[in-house]
Nanobody
Framework: QVQLVESGGGLVQAGDSLRLSCAASGRTLTRYAMGWFRQAPGKEREFVAAISRTDGRKYYADSVKGRFTISRDNAKNMVDLQMNSLKPEDTAIYYC?????????????????WGQGTQVTVSS
C-alpha cells in the first residue's frame, strides 16, 4: 500500500504560479502511474494530468494544457504539478493519485490510492 501526501497549495492571484508536490511512502512510486485530479466546490472531481511509470509519457486535460506540467522524481518518490498562468477557474482541491495497473488514466476509478488533497485558490 502507498500513502500520498500533497503540499504546495495556497492563495494566489490570477496569472501567478504554484507548484504542488505529492510525496509517497510505503512503496516506491516506480511501480505506479500517477495522476492529479481536482474538485471545485459543488462540482465532481475531474482529471487534470497523468504521467506514466517510466517512459515519461504525459497527458493533460484540455483546460490545463500548455499551462500545467506534471513531472516525477522516482528517486525522491515524488510527483509534482507545476501550474502557471493560473485562472480563477483553477480554484479547487487538488488530489494526487496512484494506479497500480495501466497507464495515463483519466478516470477516478482507474486509480488505487489517493491523497487528502491540497487547496488552491486563485483570486481575480
Amino acid at each position: 500500500q502507498v500513502q500520498l501526501v500533497e503540499s504546495g497549495g495556497g492563495l494566489v492571484q490570477a496569472g501567478d504560479s504554484l507548484r504542488l508536490s505529492c510525496a509517497a511512502s510505503g512503496r516506491t512510486l516506480t511501480r505506479y502511474a500517477m495522476g492529479w485530479f481536482r474538485q471545485a466546490p459543488g462540482k465532481e472531481r475531474e482529471f487534470v494530468a497523468a504521467i506514466s511509470r517510466t517512459d515519461g509519457r504525459k497527458y493533460y486535460a484540455d483546460s490545463v494544457k500548455g499551462r500545467f506540467t506534471i513531472s516525477r522524481d522516482n528517486a525522491k518518490n515524488m510527483v509534482d504539478l507545476q501550474m502557471n498562468s493560473l485562472k480563477p477557474e483553477d480554484t479547487a482541491i487538488y488530489y494526487c493519485a496512484a494506479r497500480w495497473t495501466g497507464e495515463l488514466g483519466v478516470r477516478l476509478i482507474e486509480y488505487d490510492y489517493w491523497g487528502q488533497g491540497t487547496q488552491v485558490t486563485v483570486s481575480s
